[in-house]
């Protein structure tokens, strides 16, 4: 019944609550696929990785990723696919589906809304799409965002392999030692 909202791991006192994301897969991939694995990165990278995200990407680069995607433009294809859709007016008034947990929400607890449901893919799906189908890049997908759950859209649709959040990329630059290094 989770919906992966996130709330539970902020509300625990004792700090028992965590979550699962991809990066063990994505690191070893990334690795071991080297050029076939590219990334699409949520623009909230600026403030995850304050005055280092641009390093953080240029280090993403040079351990193989084929190419990084920013998510805003995936943002801009959401947005006018929902221009569209008002604009054809049979729909004037839609939730959003660029939340996961609202969309797991409708799907699990209340099946009322699943008809009220933006008919557009998230931001993170536009992009990579676009990139499939337009760029013709036949690489896998990561996503690096700060939302754990992502994956269940992601296993939905199938076009991104990995769900990759910051907070455990934060944790793995800092087992690196490589966090310093990008703020010297």
């Not at 007016?89 to 809304?113: F, M, P, Q, R």
């Not at 990139?131 to 013709?136: I, R």
């Not at 890049?137 to 690096?144: C, I, K, V, W």
């Amino acid at each position: 019944n989770c919906i992966y909202c996130g709330e539970c791991i902020r509300k625990c006192p004792h700090e028992a609550r965590d979550f699962e994301d991809d990066y063990e897969d994505f690191i070893e991939d990334m690795y071991s696929k080297k050029g076939k694995v590219s990334l699409l990165v949520d623009p909230s990278i600026r403030v995850a990785f304050p005055d280092v995200w641009q390093d953080v990407l240029k280090w993403f680069y040079t351990q193989g990723i084929r190419k990084i995607y920013d998510v805003s433009f995936g943002a801009d294809i959401a947005t006018w696919a929902q221009l569209r859709t008002i604009n054809t007016g049979k729909v004037n008034k839609y939730i959003t589906s660029s939340c996961v947990a609202t969309v797991n929400y409708a799907e699990k607890h209340d099946n009322s809304l699943i008809e009220k449901l933006s008919p557009v893919y998230s931001p993170a799906a536009c992009m990579a799409i676009y990139a499939k189908s337009k760029l013709k890049d036949t690489s896998e997908f990561a996503y690096l965002g700060p939302c754990p759950g992502r994956k269940d859209e992601f296993n939905k649709l199938k076009i991104i392999q990995y769900n990759v959040t910051f907070k455990r990329m934060k944790e793995y630059f800092t087992r690196l030692d490589q966090i310093d290094t990008f703020e010297e």
